[in-house]
């Protein structure tokens, strides 16, 4: 009996052994869940900082997890995802009926999560006299019809001059009175050399300059825009801030959208949950935009009376 009891104990060992060498070859061919695996995420790249800052926080979090974040354009990102180059994609709009369609036809339904506002800032040289804008300034420099300044944006399909042109209800823009830099960095650097440049950038790229305590910052400003109000109302501008944006007082804001089109229960839903769970939306707070839900704060309360 003990020699067919230690031949069956034998043989568990090996099942169980075959049981955890198939587990982890499993794994290491690159096994997903909401906590593991590796996900391409396509990020606007005028919202990159934040959301890096949030992919290095949820991978030391999760070290099973990798996120490879595609920093592109707006219109570029949107079409790497209708080419399936990735499924999950950070922007400040949502796609539209069109772009939707693709996903619909193969019976996707998105899950899509605001996880904070953000704002679309003008900034100019400190040499330049101007603090402020109206906003009809804008939209003539848009048109071309305000002479003397130019507008700078990261990119020829930036979010931040779609997101202009829309909100001047502009079908098309004076392609002389505009200039495409590389990426939002190159915008400040070269409104810092240039007096007569209005760059146009993201609120998040300017709070990381501020953050690495740029020397940009030594020449360039943000200016204050006009908050148009009610006829007949006093006039107010506003730069942007938290404060200013939360109160929607600053009048550039704009949602900003993680969208998961994965077909599956992948990491790209757990990258979600945590971009709008609590500790995700302390990074939006501390990094200094508005978060879509405001964190909770504990607070302990002590009776003095059982203190001795």
């Known amino acids: 009996m003990r020699k067919y009891s230690l031949i069956l104990g034998m043989l568990c060992v090996c099942a169980g052994l075959m049981v955890s060498c198939k587990n982890k ?29 949030s992919a290095d926080v949820f991978e030391s979090s999760y070290p099973n997890s990798n996120l490879e974040l595609i920093a592109r354009p707006e ?3 949107i079409n790497a995802l209708l080419a399936d180059s990735a499924y999950v994609v950070v922007l400040t709009r949502k796609l539209t009926e069109v ?22 800032v003008l900034i100019n040289n400190r040499n330049n006299a101007d603090t402020i804008m109206p906003q009809k300034s804008v939209k003539s420099l848009l048109q071309g019809n305000l002479a003397g300044q130019r507008l700078i944006f990261d990119n020829a399909n930036s979010s931040t001059l779609r997101y202009l042109k829309d909100y001047f209800k502009l079908n098309k ?29 993201g609120y998040n790229w300017y709070l990381k300059a ?24 006093k006039v107010h501008f506003y730069k ?55 964190p909770g704060r504990e607070i302990i309360i002590r009776d003095e009376s059982y203190i001795k």
Do not use: H, W
């Not at 089109?261 to 990074?283: C, E, K, V, W």
């Open 25 to 53: 070859a499993k794994n290491e061919k690159g096994s997903e869940d909401i906590l593991t695996g590796k996900l391409p995420v396509l990020v606007d790249q005028t919202l990159l900082p934040i959301i890096q800052e």
């Open 75 to 77: 219109i570029r990102a």
């Open 99 to 120: 772009e939707d369609s693709y996903f619909k036809k193969r019976g996707i339904q998105p899950k899509i999560f605001q996880m904070a506002t953000d704002a679309v």
């Open 173 to 201: 823009i004076d392609a002389n009175a505009v200039s495409a830099m590389k990426d939002s960095e190159d915008v400040m650097k070269y409104v810092s050399e240039n007096a007569n440049a209005v760059g146009v950038i």
């Open 210 to 233: 501020v953050e690495k305590n740029s020397n940009l910052l030594d020449k360039i400003r943000t200016l204050s825009i006009e908050s148009v109000g009610k006829e007949g109302e």
């Open 240 to 294: 942007p801030s938290q404060s200013t944006i939360a109160d929607n007082l600053y009048p550039f804001t704009r949602p900003v959208y993680i969208m998961n089109y994965q077909p599956n229960m992948g990491l790209g839903l757990g990258f979600s949950a945590f971009l709008t769970g609590d500790r995700g939306q302390r990074i939006v707070l501390k990094a200094g935009l508005v978060p879509a839900t405001m």
